[in-house]
C-alpha cells in the first residue's frame, strides 16, 4: 500500500506565506507525478500544482507566480510553497501521487488533506 502524509496548513493573515509538505511511503517502485488539489467549502476539489517525473510544471491560472511546486528526485517529498495568500486561497489542500507500485500497477493515491485558512 501507498501512503501520503501531509503538513504544514495553517491560519494567517492576507499576504502572508506558507510551504505545505507531502512525503509518500509505502510499496512504491516509481512515482509518475506528484500533485497538490484543494477544496473549498461547497466548491469542487480542483488542481492547484502538479510536477512530474521529467520535472514538468503545471499550475491554475490562479495560483500562477504566488506558488511554486518542488520536490526531491524521487519526488517522495513535494512542497508546495504558497506566496501573497488571498482570503480565496481557504481550502482543505490535499496531495495526490500518481504512482506504480511494487505491483507494476499505477493509481490515484491521496493524503488526508491539510486546512489552509486565509483571514485577517
Known amino acids: 500500500q501507498v501512503q501520503l502524509v501531509e503538513s504544514g496548513g495553517g491560519l494567517l493573515q492576507p499576504g502572508g506565506s506558507l510551504r505545505l509538505s507531502c512525503t509518500a511511503s509505502?510499496?512504491?517502485?516509481?512515482?509518475?507525478?506528484m500533485g497538490w488539489y484543494r477544496q473549498a467549502p461547497g466548491k469542487q476539489r480542483e488542481l492547484v500544482a502538479s510536477?512530474?517525473?521529467?520535472?514538468?510544471?503545471n499550475y491554475a491560472d490562479s495560483v500562477k507566480g504566488r506558488f511554486a511546486i518542488s520536490g526531491n528526485s524521487a519526488l517522495n517529498t513535494v512542497y508546495l510553497q504558497m506566496n501573497s495568500l488571498l482570503p480565496e486561497d481557504t481550502a482543505v489542500y490535499y496531495c495526490?501521487?500518481?504512482?506504480?507500485?511494487?505491483?507494476?500497477?499505477?493509481?490515484?493515491?491521496w493524503g488526508q488533506g491539510t486546512q489552509v485558512t486565509v483571514s485577517s
Open positions: 510536477i512530474n517525473a521529467g520535472g514538468g510544471r
Open positions: 509505502g510499496s512504491i517502485f516509481r512515482i509518475i507525478a
Open positions: 495526490n501521487g500518481r504512482i506504480y507500485t511494487d505491483t507494476r500497477v499505477w493509481d490515484d493515491y
